[in-house]
Each structure stands twice: as C-alpha cells, then as structure tokens.
C-alpha cells in the first residue's frame, strides 16, 4: 500500500555513528508513521567527515516533486535552499543546527545536562582541577564548554583558562594534540572533560605514551558514547547523544506539521545523559551502598543502572525494554523463578534494541557490581545456602551475559567481515570498469540493496534546479521486475517513483542518493533502495564509496577514451597531414615500399611517382596571408584526389610539394597524361576571399624499372625531374632521366657553394653604365651581381641566380648589392660632382618578404644619400602578381624620394591600366626587342609603340642590351635617349666603373665582355 508521505533528508553524510545514526531514527519512525523516506547527501561522494564550516550550495533539488517535506540534517544545505523549500509550501524541520534567519521547527540535543552531570560527577569524586579538551570551533563542542564552565561556577570552583586545551579537530588526531598540549603545561589538572570520544580516546593515548595511568593521574570524560567506548582501557565515562531519538523526532515532528496538527514551529531538545564506567574512577564492582543490596531502593537502582544502559533517554525506556530488565533483575536477586532460557532471550532483546553488543558490557558491569556487593554484605551469619543460591544466581547471569555478549559480538564481527567483502567485491568490479560497463549497475548484485538506479548529467546544465536533465543510464532490481523509467528525466523526478515504492515495501526502507562526483568532474546521481543498517551505527555507509568509485571509475574511463582517441589523432597526425587530410610523407613512403614490393614480387606490375610543386605560391602566402595559402592547399588536394583512381595514392609531403602514386602504369605515357590532367584542374582559378587566385605546378615523373629500388630514391628522382621541368617553364612536367641526377648534383653543389660566397663576400657588385645617348654621357649605373669563385673565377649570373631565387638567398644578395651600391655611389657623387644615379635590382622575395622599405631607408641613412639618387628595378611579373598589395609597397619607396623601373618590359603580362596607377618612373626595354631592331619590322613597330606609350605616360625610357650603333640611331629617332648595353660599356667591377666616371668624357664603344642574357644577371 502506498505510504502517505515521502520525506526528503538532507544530510552532508549518510554514513557514521552520527549522521548515519539520526538517518537510521528517521527511518525507523518513517515506518512506523507510514512515511516514505528519500535521504539525499549533500557533499561530494567520498568525501571524508569533516566539521562543517558552512553549507553546502545545492545547485540541484533531486526528488523534488515527490518531497512531502524536508528533514536537514546539521548545515547539509544553505539559507537559500531551505528558503526555497518553505517557499515551495513544503514543511521543513532541521536537526542539530539553528539556521539564522529561519522560521523552522528544531531537533536539537540538549548538552548541558549531560556536561552539567559529568562535571558534577567528577567533583563528586574530589576534583577541583577539572580541565576542559575540544575543538572549540564546532559549535556543540561551544555548548558543552558553556555548560562545563557554568557547572564549575555552580560548585563555586571558577574555571581556570589555563586549564582549557584546544584541539584542532573532533578527531582522535585531535586529542592528540590536546593530549600534548596539556604534557607541555605539566598536566595541571587531576580530570578532564573532553569534548567528543575521539578527542578523549586520543588524549589517553598521549597521556599513556607519557607514563601517566588513566585514572589515577587524570580522571577523563567524553562525550557521544560511541561504540569504541566500553572498550577503552579503561571503559571510557562518557556523555550520550539520543542519536537516533533525534531523528525519530524530526520525523514526528515533520509528520504533525504535513498532518496539519498545530500549525506553529516547534524546538525540540533532547537531553544528554551520562554513562558511568571507569575513566572517571569509579569502578564496576563498586555500588554505593553496599548494605542495602537486598533494598527495594538498591533494586530499582540495579533496574535503573540497566534500563540507562540501552534506553538514551533517562525515563524513557519503552515498555518493552522495562519487561525485560525487570526480569533480569528478579533473576538476579533470585525473587522469581526465571529460567536461563529467558534470562537469555532478555538479554539479546536489549542487545537488539540497542543496536550495540557494547551495552551487554554496561549490563555486566551492572549485574557484577550489584552481586559483589550483595555478596560482600553478608554476614557472618548469614545462611550458606542463602549465599550460594545468590552466588550461583550471579554467576549464572554472567556467564548468560557473556556468551550473549559474545554471539553478539560475533555477529557484529562477522557482519562487518562480510560488509567488507562485499566492498572489495564491488570496488573489484568497478575498477575493472573496462570489462563490464559498471554505468549499467550489475555490480549491484554484490551488494544486499534492492534496487538502484544511475542518472547522469545530460543536456544543458545550466537550466533551473529543478529543470536540469539526467540521462538514466543503467538500473538494478534484485527480484521485481525491471523498474519503469522514462529517460532522459527531469532532476526534480529523479529517482523515479517506481525506486520510492520499491523501498518502502521493507521496514526502514530508504532510497539513498549520493553525487557521482569526485574532485571537479559532477557525473550525475546514483540512487539505491535498501533498508536503513541496524546491524551497526550507520544508514549506509557503503553508497558513499560505491559512489565515488563510481566517479572514478568513470573518470579513468574517460581519460582512457581521451586516450584512445589522442592516440587516433597522434597517428592521424603521424601518418596523415592535419591542413589536406592527405596521407604525409610518412605514410607515403610506406605505401610507396608497398608498391616496390609488389613490383618486385610481379614483373610487368608497374608504378609510378609524381612530385607536384606549386609554382608562385609563396607569393600568395606573402601577399595574401598564410591562411589565404592553407585555403588554396586544401583546394589543390581537392583537386589532386579528383584526378586519381581509388587505387592511386596523393600525398602532401611538404609546404607546397604534393607526391602521387600512380599504380599499374603501362608506360611513361599513362603517368604523364595524369600529370597533364591534374596540371589542368590546377590551372583554374582558386577562390580566396572573394578574389581568383592563379598558381602553376609543375610535376616531375619517375617510373619504377622493377630493379631493387629504395623509396627515398624514387621521390628524389621525381624531385629532380619537376625541378627539371620547373627550370625550363614553369607549370610543365618532365620524366626523370640519369642526366638530370646529374644537374641536380651540380645544382645542389652550386647552392651550398653559393651559401658560402654570400659568408665570405664572394659576391660582387659590378655596374652597367646607363648613358644619354645624346651626349654620351653616364647617367646612371645598373648594379649587378657577380660571383667570383675562388677557383672557377666568374660563375655566369644564369648558372647561380635562378638557384638564389629558389633558395632565397636572393634576398641575402639582394641586401649586400643595395649597401654597396649605396656606398660606392656616395662617394662616387663626392668625388666626381656629378649628379650620379645608381639602379637595383628587386627580386620577387625581396618585394614580399616585408622589410624592403626599412632596410631601404636605413641603407640611404648609413649613407647620407638623398632617396632621388637611388633607383629600384622589377619586373613585371613581380608587380602584376598583387597589384593592389604592391602599390602599398611601391608608395613607401616613392616616399622615400627613390624611383621605380620596370625591368624587361615588353616580356611579362601587363595591365596598361595598373601601369597607369602605379607610382612607376621609367620602363626598361627589355634587350629581346632591341636586338631585332632593323631585322624584323614588327619589332620596330612594337619599339615605337612603348617609346610613344612611355611619353603619354609621362615615363623615362631606358633600352637595354644596345649593342651596335645603328640600334642606337633608330632609337634616338624615336626619342628613346637613354640606353645601357656593350656598345657604350659592359657590366665593370666598381674600381673600373669610377675610372670611367673620372675621364670625364663620353663612355667608349667597346665590349669588354659577351652580352649577358639579361640585365639584372
């Protein structure tokens, strides 16, 4: 039958002697007052019992549509939460705490009688140096150090400050240090009233360590009666807490108020009371009057001695419990006839009752007190079977009480080895969480919890408290039928009521939720229904670590997945290119060996290798950005993979290097029409924000020869061959043969050498004269670089140049003739007067690499120059590349007063319009046009044409490579004035060129060496 309510604890723990205790009362009273109960813990799984600074905040409220009304167990929630629940119309009774602020009914216990009888007992003794042991930043310890205070002033004994020993927790580790702190004042006192049992159990220690007897030397009194204490040596006198009676009447209370008896908030408080063993010196045998035995007054002592050993409460024992101690004693003082049988079944309902084998021992000491006096009373005239009746009578009820206490004791035993067994059994299974999913409960099965269920946190956690959604993952019935659950579930609804029912079909039925969550990683919520432990002084202790077990469990699994899957993406970044998703080098080579084996192992079987590279595309990384390139790679790959089959290979092996592996090719034929495929995709234009980007590849191919071969060897052939391909035009394609290994070699020798030359200087800057045709005289100079080998002498500008480009040395080259020229032209002007004017070449790094108009400026500055004496060359092709990116670069040299050519006009592709915006000075006619001047009339026309469009344009012209004088007539009749070229001089080392200027007379008609294939070479 359903219950009429359901009650929702809160508690910070759900296991130990205290909070495990109050949950087990509430229990026990929700039972019997037809309650459900659902006991939530508030802190983290796994966490250890702590003294409570301030409340936990609750982000979440499990259960709540199913809570009749709440029971808070000390500081389990904060103001905010319990202001929610009133607000929410639901009663609220809190226990062992007084909330500021907070219009609720109170459970609390009472200290101060049980404090007020310990230290009345302990004067009662003879003590006057009664010291005081605790933690006094709890607040009950607070309350007992007031009533211990308070108690010695009603004695008229004012406590001494000196005396007061603090410790820094409520645990034995505690006392300790009280234990040592009162060792190094000396031990002033002759007793102590210590604020918890732990503290008490270890300031003995301590004590003991030091030589001191307990309680000879210092008389001790706790407080909480745990079940360590009659086991202390000696038996420990301590105060008792009515753990459990608290929570029996926060549950009485919660049900008047959901019951609507009276309306108004009530406070409870509970009396402590005080348990007499040994610390405090009194002794078991002793009794207090020892010739009033057989008095009906001694006997309701004995009654009452007995009675306050099970019941908490002073005069509340229940009617049950009065039956039993009653015939006890009857059978002590032999005034009935009791059989053994009964006294035995008494014995273990007290035990029972009690929940402690521990009060068997008060019993013992109770009955052997009682005897032994009653024996010592005796006479000399007293009759012998008298005393022997009394005697067996005694002897009997010990020998009862032992072997109760000890089967007892046993069971308790036993059952703790078996709860400990189960632990090791589930935390076995949970830890193996990789074999068995342990999100899906089975491990349950171990363990005697009926039924359980897992939510765990799905969704958008940042919804309200009660809206937050928990993805029910796995549940557990031990015999019902599997539980009904809708998933995922609101928290509010979670556990679903189906777990509720299922607990309260046993007495002391509890669903027990505890967070899934460990450190900073908040998992969810498992809930489990079982009864509530009566075989020791805790709810369920166990849940708490299966749950963090749980947590962890499934933090490992995580970390293992995040593992399993970094190790996926460290061989997806071993073996594939994070950018293209194209398998890399690596993988390359592997199947690239593959395709060796197979060749090997099947003649006729052949394959092939392309080595692709981008042609121009650094300059799209220079003008438009690094993430304008990657757009363009990813494109390229694209593209590459669309123009293979499934069986081919494409693999980016580097920056802008791209390798392909073509298997079962026939012949050359076959890998040069895919080559030529792919070349023709790539030659579309590519769309990078917004605007068409062009590039080039040119591809080398090397086919296998079936001979022994190694990977490394073929991509190298590959790579030779598109350098091959690249030098004759670029976005060609060539197949590799033997020769070009060897111009490869002789490549790679001329770039180390030429690494060298730049450190030593062996690079010279040699001037061109550029001379007004008119008169004869040098205008300017065109600065060019030379290499002198040590011992090849000159190296021809076409042999290392294009390699400098490609290496990007040029820039390294580029830097040394701009410094020199500077020099030499300063003092060239200072020496001879004249308005001289030198011209560099700009290579296409040089123009976007960045820093050319710092280094530019800094060049004049070291000089003194003014930036009109300095001309800059480019060619077309570098200009038209960006048109709009280079007019930002050429506006900053203008502005530094210097002039801008452009170099070999008439050869690249040029816009007249982007000529126009420019801030170009003058146009170099490149020496292909001049030098069919009077062979071809087409190249006069064209001739014509750039002198005529120069002059609308209001541009210099300068023609190059004028080598006869017939070139330089037609040229003057079409107004072209200024020239360069062997007729007037060749490129000179700069010694010769200042001789030059210093004849002061027109340059002279002579060649001094062949005309070099370009003027910047």
């Known amino acids: 039958m359903p219950r009429q ?27 019997r007052l037809n309650a459900n109960v659902v006991a939530l813990q508030t802190l983290d799984a796994g966490t250890e019992q702590v003294e409570l600074a301030r409340a936990p905040s609750l982000r979440y409220r499990p259960t709540w549509d199913q809570i009749s009304g709440f029971i808070v167990i000390l500081r389990a929630a904060n103001t905010a939460f319990l202001r929610a629940v009133q607000a929410a119309g639901k009663p609220l009774v809190v226990v062992g705490d007084e909330p500021a602020g907070l219009d609720c009914s109170l459970v609390l216990p009472d200290n101060r009688p049980g404090v007020r009888a310990a230290v009345a007992h302990l004067i009662g003794h003879g003590h006057r140096k009664i010291a005081f042991a605790g933690y006094l930043g709890a607040t009950d310890v607070q309350e007992r150090f007031e009533a211990y205070r308070d108690t010695m002033r009603t004695h008229g004994i004012e406590p001494d ?42 300031l003995m220690r301590v004590l003991r360590a030091h030589g001191l007897l307990v309680p000879q030397d210092q008389a001790i009194v706790g407080f909480d009666d745990q079940r360590v204490a009659p086991y202390s040596d000696p038996p420990l006198t301590t105060v008792r807490q009515p753990v459990e009676l608290l929570g029996e009447t926060a549950v009485a209370e919660l049900v008047r108020l959901l019951r609507k008896e009276g ?115 005796a006479g000399p005239g007293a009759d012998a079977d008298d005393m022997r009746k009394a005697s067996l009578a005694v002897e009997s ?65 940042r919804l309200g408290p009660d809206d937050a959604m928990l993805e029910v993952v796995g549940s557990f019935v031990r015999t019902a039928p599997p539980l009904r659950i809708q998933s995922p579930v609101r928290v509010a609804a979670f556990p679903p009521h189906h777990l509720v029912d299922l607990a309260s079909e046993r007495p002391d039925g509890v669903v027990f939720i505890v967070p899934v969550k460990a450190g900073t990683r908040d998992w969810g919520l498992l809930a489990v229904a079982d009864s509530a432990e009566r075989q020791v002084e805790t709810a369920r202790e166990p849940v708490n670590q299966w749950a963090a077990l749980l947590a962890h469990t499934l933090d490992y699994d995580t970390v293992v997945r995040d593992l399993r899957k970094g190790k996926e993406q460290l061989r997806a970044a071993a073996l594939f290119d994070s950018l293209t998703g194209l398998p890399n080098r690596r993988l390359f080579l592997d199947r690239l060996r593959e395709a060796i084996d197979r060749d090997r192992r099947t003649p006729g079987r052949r394959f092939a290798v392309l080595f692709l590279d981008l042609d121009g595309f650094k300059v799209i990384n220079d003008s438009l950005g690094h993430t304008a390139g990657d757009h363009v790679l990813v494109q390229v790959a694209t593209r590459i993979r669309e123009n293979l089959r499934d069986g081919d290979v494409a693999a980016r092996f580097g920056g802008d290097e791209f390798l392909i592996l073509l298997n079962g090719v026939d012949d050359a034929r076959a890998a040069t029409d895919v080559a030529e495929r792919v070349q023709a995709s790539l030659a579309r234009p590519f769309q990078v924000n917004d605007q068409d980007v062009v590039v080039t590849a040119s591809i080398g191919v090397t086919l296998s020869s079936g001979q022994p071969a190694e990977a490394e060897d073929l991509v190298r052939d590959a790579d030779v061959a598109m350098y091959a391909a690249k030098s004759q035009i670029k976005g060609s394609h060539a197949v590799f043969d033997i020769a070009m290994r060897t111009r490869a070699v002789n490549r790679l020798r001329i770039e180390t050498e030429l690494r060298r030359a730049i450190e030593c200087h062996e690079i010279e800057t040699f001037f061109q004269p550029i001379v007004h045709m008119p008169t004869g005289r040098i205008y300017a100079f065109e600065a060019l670089a030379r290499w002198r080998h040590p011992s090849r002498g000159l190296v021809k500008p076409a042999d290392f140049l294009p390699i400098a480009e490609e290496t990007g040395l040029i820039a390294q080259i580029g830097q040394q003739i701009l410094g020199e020229s500077c020099r030499r032209l300063a003092a060239w002007r200072e020496s001879t007067g004249q308005d001289l004017h030198v011209s560099v070449n700009v290579s296409h790094r040089q123009l976007w690499t960045g820093g050319l108009v710092a280094g530019l400026e800094d060049s004049l500055r070291a000089c003194g120059l003014d930036g009109r004496c300095l001309a800059l060359e480019l060619t077309e092709s570098v200009v038209m590349h960006n048109v709009t990116q280079a007019r930002a670069v050429l506006e900053g040299i203008h502005d530094l007063g210097c002039e801008l050519y452009i170099d070999d006009f008439g050869t690249g592709y040029s816009s007249l319009e982007a000529l126009h915006q420019l801030p170009i000075d003058a146009l170099k006619i490149d020496r292909s046009f001049i030098s069919r001047l009077g062979a071809d009339t087409k190249t006069g026309e064209l001739v014509d044409s750039i002198v005529l469009m120069g002059h609308k344009l209001g541009l210099q012209l300068i023609a190059e490579g004028v080598e006869t004088e017939s070139q330089r007539e037609r040229l003057l009749r079409v107004d072209c004035t200024y020239a360069q070229g062997h007729l007037f001089a060749p490129p000179i080392p700069a010694d010769e060129a200042e001789r030059l200027l210093l004849t002061s007379r027109p340059v002279p008609r002579a060649r001094a060496e062949p005309p070099a294939s370009t003027p910047t070479d």
């Open 5 to 31: 309510f359901t009650l929702g604890v809160l508690s910070p723990f759900l296991g130990g002697w205290y909070y495990g205790g109050i949950v087990n009362g509430i229990a026990r009273a929700g039972w």
């Open 161 to 202: 400050p000196a005396l007061v020993f603090r410790a820094p927790d409520n645990h034995l580790t505690g006392g300790e240090v009280a234990g040592s702190r009162m060792i190094a004042a000396g031990v002033p006192s002759t007793a102590v009233v210590v604020g918890t049992d732990a503290n008490a159990e270890g």
């Open 263 to 377: 309306g108004e908030c009530r406070r409870h408080c509970l009396p402590t009371s005080l348990v007499v063993r040994e610390s405090c010196g009194c002794l078991h045998t002793a009794w207090p009057d020892a010739a009033a035995t057989t008095s009906p007054a001694s006997r309701r002592m004995l009654t009452e001695r007995m009675a306050r050993a099970v019941s908490p409460v002073p005069g509340e024992a229940t009617p049950d419990v009065t039956e039993s101690v009653a015939m006890i004693a009857d059978a002590i003082g032999a005034d009935a006839d009791v059989s053994p049988k009964r006294v035995r079944a008494a014995l273990e309902h007290l035990a029972a009752v009690s929940n402690r084998p521990a009060v068997l021992m008060d019993l013992v000491n109770a009955v052997w007190a009682y005897g032994s006096a009653a024996l010592g009373a």
């Open 397 to 461: 009820m010990m020998h009862t009480m032992l072997q109760v206490h000890g089967r007892a004791q046993f069971q308790d035993n036993d059952y703790l080895q078996k709860t400990l067994s189960q632990q090791y059994e589930v935390s076995t299974r949970l830890l193996r969480g990789h074999r068995e999913d342990p999100r899906r409960l089975a491990w349950l099965a171990r363990t005697p919890v009926r039924a359980g269920c897992l939510g765990l946190w799905t969704g958008d956690r």
